[in-house]
C-alpha cells in the first residue's frame, strides 16, 4: 500500500503479519526453550501449556495460509489456556478484523515480552515499532532476530517483509528467498517473492514463484489469488477473474478474491458488475473487516466512475461501523480517506474538517503517543494538500516544511518518500516544472497519483515523450481496488488516447 494509504490503515506492522510468527519448538520452561533452539536453530516458543502451544501452531498454520479468520479461534484457545502466552497475543493481534482488537492484542503481547524468549520478544517489539513508525528500530530488532537465529525460515522471512514494505525489493527476495531454502516447503515465502518480483517488473519469475505457491499448497485460495493479482497487474483481466474464481472455489468465504474481481471487472469497463460482486462479498461478510473491505470498494468504484458524492457516502457506511465500536484507529482513517475524496471535488474547507477530526479522534484515542506524534506530523501533510488547493503557497509550503523536517527526524524512508511528494505538488501548482520533477522522481513511485503528476509535469515543460511514458504508467496501473488510483485512471487513460490520436 501507499503510504497515502496510512490514511486509511494505521495498522503499519500488519504486512508483517505472518511474518512475525515464531519457530516451532516444544512447549517449557524458558531454560529448556533456549537448549531446544540452540539444537534446532529456530526461534522458541514459550508457553507453560503444552495444548496452548498446540492450538498456536495450528492457529499459525491457518495464518501464515492467510486464513486469518480462520486462525482466530485457535489462537484464542491458546491464549485462554495460557494467558501470559506472548507470542499468541501477537498472533492474535495480527489476526484481528478490527484497528480496535488489533492494538489490545498487540498491547498485551508487549505486556508479556519480558515473559518470553529473546527472540520473541524482538519480534514484538519490532511490531511495536512497525506500529509506531519507528522503522530505523523495527530493522534492528529484526535484525537481531536474524543475527541470533539464522537458521529460523520465519524470522528470515521477517527481515524480508519489513525490506518488501520499505520497497527494498533486492534484500527482500534474499531474505525470502533464504527461507524457501531453510524450509522448501515454507509456501510464504514464495507469496512474497512473487510481490517482489511483479513490484519490479519481472513478471516472469512472479509467475514462477506464485506457480511454486500453488505447488506447495493446492488446496488453499491465496496461491490463486496472489497469482490473479499479477494477471491484474498484467492487464490479463479475463485470466485474473478464473483465477480469483478458483481461489473461491477453493473457499468461497476468501473475501480478497471478491475484491479483486472487482476491481478487474472496474478496469474492464463493468462497473455495475463490479458493484454487483462488492455487495455479494458485503452479503457474505463474517466480521466487521470484511464488511468495511466491501464497502471501501464500493467507494473506490464510485470514485473511478467520477461520482464522488457517492464515494464519500460509502465511507460513511464505513465510519459508522467502527463508530459503533469506537474503534479509533479505523474511525481516524475512515475520516483521512473521505478528506482525500472532498479533495478531488476541490471542496477544501470540508476535507480539512474532516482531516481535523481524524487528529483528534486519534488524540482522544488510548494509542500510543508514538501513533498520536505520528498523526500530529502527518497533519500537516494535510494541511499543506488543502492549502495547495487553495493555491495559498506559502501555507503550503511552510506545512510542507514542517513534514519535512519531522520525516527526516524519523528516518522514516515511507514519509521522506512523502516530503518529496509534498515538496513536487507545490512546484507542480505554481508550473515550476524542473523542480517538480526532480521531487517527484523521489516520492512514492507506486502511487499511482504521483506518476500522473510526473506526466502533467513533463507535458507543462513540453517533454511529450516522457508525459507520454508516466501518462501510460498511470493509466495501466491495474492495482487492486484503491482511491489513489481511482482518482487518476480515466484522466490518465484520455491524456495518454490523446496524445496517440
Given at each position: 500500500m501507499s503510504l497515502n494509504d496510512f490514511n486509511r490503515c494505521l495498522?503499519?506492522?500488519v504486512v508483517l503479519g505472518t511474518a512475525m510468527w515464531i519457530g516451532c519448538n516444544k512447549a517449557s520452561e524458558n531454560g529448556k526453550s533456549a537448549r531446544l533452539s540452540a539444537d534446532t536453530g529456530k526461534v522458541p516458543i514459550t508457553?507453560?501449556?503444552?495444548?496452548?502451544?498446540?492450538?498456536?501452531?495450528?492457529?499459525?498454520?491457518?495464518?501464515?495460509?492467510?486464513?486469518?479468520?480462520?486462525?482466530?479461534?485457535?489462537?484464542?484457545?491458546?491464549?485462554?489456556?495460557?494467558?501470559?502466552?506472548?507470542?499468541?497475543?501477537?498472533?492474535?493481534a495480527n489476526a484481528s478484523a478490527t484497528a480496535k482488537e488489533f492494538f489490545e492484542h498487540l498491547k498485551k503481547a508487549e505486556g508479556l515480552a519480558d515473559k518470553a524468549s529473546d527472540g520473541e520478544k524482538l519480534l514484538i517489539l519490532a511490531n511495536v515499532a512497525g506500529v509506531n513508525g519507528e522503522t530505523v528500530k523495527q530493522q534492528n530488532y529484526l535484525e537481531k532476530v536474524?543475527?541470533?537465529y539464522p537458521n529460523d525460515e520465519r524470522a528470515q522471512f521477517a527481515l524480508g517483509v519489513y525490506h518488501f514494505g520499505q520497497q527494498e525489493y533486492a534484500?527482500?527476495?534474499?531474505?525470502?528467498?533464504?527461507?524457501g531454502e531453510l524450509a522448501s516447503n515454507y509456501s510464504p515465502s514464495?507469496?512474497?517473492?512473487?510481490?517482489?518480483?511483479?513490484?519490479?517488473g519481472d513478471y516472469g519469475n512472479a509467475e514462477k514463484a506464485f506457480q511454486k505457491y500453488i505447488e506447495l499448497i493446492p488446496n488453499d485460495p491465496n496461491p490463486y489469488d496472489s497469482y490473479a493479482e499479477l494477471l491484474l497487474k498484467m492487464g490479463k483481466f479475463d485470466d485474473s477473474i478464473a483465477q480469483y474464481r478458483k481461489a473461491l472455489s477453493v473457499d468461497s468465504h476468501f473475501v480478497p478474491s471478491h475484491s479483486g474481481i472487482a476491481a478487474d471487472l472496474t478496469y474492464m469497463g463493468k462497473t455495475n458488475e463490479a458493484m454487483t460482486e462488492l455487495l455479494r462479498l458485503a452479503d457474505q461478510a463474517r466480521n466487521d473487516g470484511e464488511l468495511r473491505l466491501a464497502y471501501f470498494g464500493l467507494a473506490v468504484v464510485a470514485a473511478d466512475g467520477g461520482k464522488l458524492d457517492n464515494a464519500v457516502q460509502q465511507i460513511d457506511r464505513e465510519y459508522a461501523i467502527a463508530e459503533k465500536k469506537n474503534d479509533a484507529g479505523f474511525m481516524a482513517a475512515d475520516l483521512q480517506a473521505k478528506g482525500n475524496i472532498l479533495l478531488e471535488e476541490q471542496k477544501y474547507d470540508d476535507a480539512k474538517r474532516q482531516f481535523d477530526r481524524s487528529l483528534q479522534t486519534i488524540e482522544g484515542s488510548g494509542l500510543s503517543q508514538e501513533i498520536k506524534e505520528n498523526a500530529r506530523l502527518f497533519h500537516h501533510f494535510n494541511e499543506a494538500a488543502v492549502a495547495?488547493?487553495?493555491k495559498d503557497y506559502a501555507a503550503a509550503k511552510t506545512q510542507a516544511e514542517e513534514f519535512r523536517k519531522g520525516a527526516e527526524a524519523s528516518q522514516n524512508p515511507v514519509q521522506v518518500r512523502q516530503a518529496h511528494e509534498l515538496a513536487g505538488r507545490i512546484a507542480l501548482a505554481q508550473k515550476q516544472y524542473d523542480?517538480?520533477?526532480a521531487e517527484l522522481q523521489q516520492a512514492n513511485q507506486e502511487d499511482p497519483q504521483n506518476l500522473y503528476r510526473l506526466c502533467q509535469a513533463y507535458q507543462g515543460k513540453g517533454d511529450t515523450a516522457k508525459a507520454q511514458d508516466y501518462c501510460s504508467k498511470a493509466a495501466a496501473f491495474n492495482s487492486l481496488l484503491q482511491l489513489n488510483y481511482a482518482f487518476v485512471r480515466t484522466r490518465a487513460q484520455k491524456m495518454t488516447a490523446g496524445k496517440k490520436s
Open positions: 495498522l503499519a506492522a508457553t507453560k501449556s503444552e495444548e496452548a502451544r498446540k492450538e498456536f501452531l495450528r492457529g499459525r498454520d491457518l495464518s501464515e495460509r492467510l486464513l486469518g479468520q480462520e486462525s482466530v479461534e485457535h489462537f484464542d484457545k491458546a491464549i485462554q489456556l495460557d494467558p501470559d502466552f506472548a507470542s499468541a497475543e501477537l498472533a492474535r536474524v543475527a541470533a534484500p527482500a527476495i534474499d531474505h525470502c528467498a533464504k527461507a514464495y507469496n512474497i517473492l512473487g510481490y517482489a518480483y511483479r513490484q519490479r495547495v488547493g487553495k523542480n517538480a520533477i
